[in-house]
């Protein structure tokens, strides 16, 4: 049974920073690309950035690109996503997913088979 549990959301202003960590149990982290999206009310889950298995290459939304940083840690089976700069628009709760399969688009929600509870990320203007 793998396990995803995001952690370090909150509640913050407009331009502050915050870091989350999604721990994972229960599988070989270290073989598998790590994807975070996030969903806010009435909308549709959004890709917000994925990280390959070596940490090697990193992929970002349009929407958090140069603000948001994934990294993982493969010794603490654990990803991160740094967001900086954060604006309202940034609310959602976020969650992070291993993706099961090579290949395909990091984008692609079809392709991660496990997923954290989420984590709520509330941006005050």
Not at 2 to 29: D, I, K
Not at 58 to 64: E, L, P, Q
Request: proline fraction near 2%; hydrophobic fraction near 30%; include cysteine.
């Amino acid at each position: 049974q793998v396990q995803l549990v995001e952690s370090g959301g909150g509640l913050v202003q407009a331009g502050a920073s915050l870091r989350l960590s999604c721990a994972a149990s229960g599988r070989t982290f270290s073989r598998y690309a790590m994807g975070w999206f996030r969903q806010a009310p009435g909308k549709e889950r959004e890709f917000v950035g994925a990280i390959t298995w070596s940490g090697d290459s990193t992929y970002y939304a349009d929407s958090v690109k140069g603000r948001f940083t994934i990294s993982r840690d493969n010794a603490k089976n654990t990803v991160y996503l740094q967001m900086n700069s954060l604006k309202p628009e940034d609310t959602a709760v976020y969650r992070c997913a291993t993706k099961g399969t090579d290949g395909g688009r990091y984008y692609d929600t079809r392709l991660y088979d496990y997923w954290g509870q989420g984590t709520q990320v509330t941006v005050s203007s």
